[in-house]
């Protein structure tokens, strides 16, 4: 399972840090990501990292947003800068991997709402 969390309102401009922490005994996380889904809109990949720390990025938030990993908290995160309306949506976290128990695992969070202000 995942939980997210950091989202709210901020003005144009501004910088917010979501984070996702996963539960359970994780033997290893192989990628994590996070999309976001604005009404009426379909779900986007914003950033993406994997094991080996190579990181992806939707051209429209690249140079803004930085995503990370922390394998020993398992956590992800998305450090948001330079925040702009069209950036206003719903996000969520997805990791992928290998639990303690050798089950594969693929968890999306719940969402959390980011709304930027113009």
């Known amino acids: 399972q995942l939980q997210a969390s950091g989202g709210g309102l901020v003005q144009t401009g501004g910088s917010l840090r979501l984070s996702c922490v996963a539960s359970?005994?994780?033997?290893?996380?192989?990628?994590a990501g996070w999309y976001r889904q604005a009404p009426g809109k379909q779900r986007e990949l914003v950033a993406a990292?994997?094991?080996?720390?190579?990181?992806n990025y939707a051209d429209s938030v690249k140079g803004r947003f930085t995503i990370s990993i922390n394998n020993a908290k398992n956590t992800v995160s998305l450090q948001m800068n330079n925040l702009k309306p069209e950036d206003t949506a719903r996000y969520y976290c997805?990791?992928?991997?290998?639990?303690?128990?050798?089950?594969?695992?693929?968890?999306w969070g719940q969402g959390t709402q980011l709304t930027v202000s113009s």
């Open positions: 359970g005994n994780i033997l290893k996380t192989n990628s």
């Open positions: 990292i994997n094991s080996d720390g190579y990181t």
């Open positions: 997805n990791t992928n991997g290998v639990r303690t128990t050798l089950v594969m695992f693929d968890s």
